[in-house]
């Protein structure tokens, strides 16, 4: 079940954490996908907005 997951493997900080390996992917490869959703889908702000509990 999905809350037994979530019980064994809580999200503590997933958003950070995401976001800045997210950022860590956009340096190395400047003209990349990653660099285009972070640019221009802000990526950033909807993991920060997602509607899920830290």
């Known amino acids: ?4 997951t ?3 493997h809580p999200r503590e900080g ?3 954490v995401f976001t800045q390996a997210f ?3 956009v ?3 400047p003209e990349g996908r990653a660099r285009f959703l972070h640019r221009y889908g802000a990526f950033a702000a909807a993991i920060r ?5 830290e």
């Open 49 to 53: 907005l997602a509607p899920f509990a």
């Open 23 to 25: 950022r860590a992917e």
């Open 14 to 16: 997933f958003k950070d």
């Open 27 to 29: 340096a190395p490869v």
């Open 6 to 8: 979530v019980t064994l």
């Open 1 to 4: 079940m999905r809350s037994d």
